[in-house]
């Protein structure tokens, strides 16, 4: 458009001076500042630090883009602020530093924070916290910028925990045979009615209920060593049953129970995408994969995992507990039998399982765990001494410790549980060889082939075996191969020190082929090497 005053001019320009641009200082404080104001900086025990979005929850390395393109777009539209590649980079090295970075612990399921424990009921929002103080039902507000310094991995299969309240609002019957006032079953009945229903429902003799809750306290505190808890029992006993119910009570998940992982890779990728590592038909466990899983029990695993919606890496020490169905004890390896409890269920009559066991077990869950988490909590209370002296017999290790705990929370006699725990054990350590059929059997054969050293599969062996077993013996052997066997790795390490070797050579063409043989010398149990 022409100056009406000047038609063969154009209008004077006016010179607007230019912004001054941000210096890099100002662009690094943006960064930092919007950062900040959308995500909550964290600091991981192994020394990573990780951002956390207020909102939802997502996990991200400072190294991420994904943050910074984000934060640039924000930069710009509301502050009018290019953002240089040169003060992300410097931005992210001030990020980095561990000033005013939150500590944090990270687990699968339970996580710590906040000086208390927190489960976790996958939903986003429902936790329950429990400390010293006892447990509470903790609902976080997703508005909120408050948030618990715990993050939980949630693995694709995790199942959330139905947080509602049973709509019938009553309290189910306990259910017990035989009450005693002054036993422990009656005791957790008064006291924790949800609790003990849950239970009923599995075929678990009243006697061991100590001992399961003992070894479910200690599964939620992920820090201490945990106990491999076997429930053994014939085909018709309920056993897989009892060990869902036991492990979907604090970590449910789509699949019920997990098969035989066949190798160290596998049992982590269980170790990964479970709290709980629940093993059905666990007859098959393999001495190797035994000590893994002491490893596992014991130590933890450090191992580099994908975290972040990147799939970055970063390490993380799994330690989880480990429950096993079987029709008759894996436990063989020296180590592993001293991190475990075995249970024997007895034949379970068809009447006793209630028909809609899944449905009842579902609806009580929650309030359950509730009472479980409460004497977790209790057991917090009372400084818990190094060790442990009943009978004259002095207990160092963390189940028995917990245990004792746990009966003074129900004012339950400590004696009554070290017996139990005491016989418990002992089904698994001693008088293996005089109660096993199997090793009596290879003992007398020992005795008689001295020099015999050929190499037979597994059911050659069973066949052989039998044929010269005593009339009164017939009736205890094993019926089928896979129990032949599974027997056999139980009593192996005890015929070593007896002078017979026994050991598995694998699988060869269709067969799992043994090595059998008498040795020269008798060996001490100090020379128990793994078979």
């Known amino acids: 458009m022409s100056n009406p005053a000047n038609p063969d001019k154009y209008p004077q320009r006016v010179n607007i001076p230019k912004p001054t641009p941000p210096t890099k200082s100002d662009q690094v404080r943006a960064i930092v500042e919007l950062t900040l104001s959308v995500m909550q900086k964290r600091l991981h025990k192994n020394g990573n630090v990780y951002l ?44 980095k530093a561990e000033t005013k970075a939150i500590p944090s612990k990270i687990s699968i399921r339970v996580g710590i924070g906040q000086h208390s424990y927190f489960l976790d009921l996958a939903d986003g929002t429902n936790f329950i916290r429990y400390s010293s103080d006892g447990a509470e039902h903790f609902l976080l507000d997703p508005q909120s910028k408050h948030l618990i310094d715990v993050d939980f991995l949630r693995p694709p299969n995790l199942s959330s925990i139905d947080a509602r309240i049973r709509h019938d609002s009553g309290v189910p019957g306990a259910l017990l045979s035989n009450p005693d006032e002054k036993e422990f079953p009656y005791l957790l009945s008064k006291k924790s009615p949800h609790l003990t229903y849950i239970l009923g429902l599995t075929n678990i003799p009243e006697t ?71 093993i059905d038909n666990a007859d098959d466990i393999s001495e190797p994969m035994q000590k893994q899983i002491y490893e596992l029990l014991n130590n933890g695993i450090n191992n580099r995992i994908n975290h972040g919606n990147s799939g970055s890496n970063w390490t993380i020490n799994l330690r989880n507990p480990v429950i096993v169905a079987s029709t008759s004890s894996i436990l063989s390896n020296p180590l592993l039998i001293k991190k475990g409890i075995s249970i024997d269920l007895p034949i379970l009559d068809a009447k006793t399982l209630n028909e809609n066991l899944n449905q009842l077990f579902k609806e009580t869950r929650y309030k ?85 050293k050929e190499n037979k599969p597994l059911n050659d062996w069973q066949k052989d075996l039998f044929k010269n077993l005593p009339e009164e013996d017939r009736n205890d052997w094993p019926k089928s191969t896979r129990k032949f066997g599974a027997e056999l790795k139980i009593v192996a390490p005890r015929l070593k020190k007896k002078g017979v070797f026994c050991k598995s050579l694998g699988k060869q063409g269709s067969n799992v082929v043994w090595e059998i043989r008498a040795t020269e010398t008798t060996q001490s149990s100090d020379d128990i090497d793994d078979v």
């Open 52 to 95: 956390v979005d207020t909102e939802t929850r997502e996990v991200f390395f400072i190294d991420e883009e994904t943050i910074f393109n984000k934060i640039t777009d924000v930069a710009f539209s509301s502050y009018h602020i290019v953002i240089s590649n040169s003060a992300i980079e410097t931005a992210k090295r001030i990020l």
């Open 208 to 278: 061991y209920y100590s001992t399961v809750i003992t070894w479910m306290v200690c599964t939620l505190f992920p820090e201490g060593d945990q106990t491999i808890l076997e429930i053994t029992g014939t085909e018709d006993s309920g056993k897989s049953t009892a060990a869902w119910i036991i492990k979907n009570l604090i970590d449910p998940t789509d699949k019920t129970l997990n098969e035989v992982p066949s190798s160290p890779k596998e049992l982590l990728s269980l170790a990964q995408n479970n709290y709980i590592i629940a």
């Open 368 to 452: 359950a765990l509730l009472e479980l988490v409460n004497i977790a909590a209790g057991t917090l209370n009372k400084q818990r001494s190094l060790s442990l002296k009943i009978n004259d017999e002095i207990y160092f290790d963390n189940f028995a410790l917990t245990g004792a705990m746990v009966c003074k929370y129900f004012n339950a006699n400590i004696s009554s549980f070290a017996e139990t725990l005491s016989e418990l054990r002992s089904e698994t350590n001693e008088n293996i060889i005089d109660e096993s059929v199997v090793a009596r059997s290879l003992l007398l054969w020992a005795a008689e082939n001295p020099k015999y």
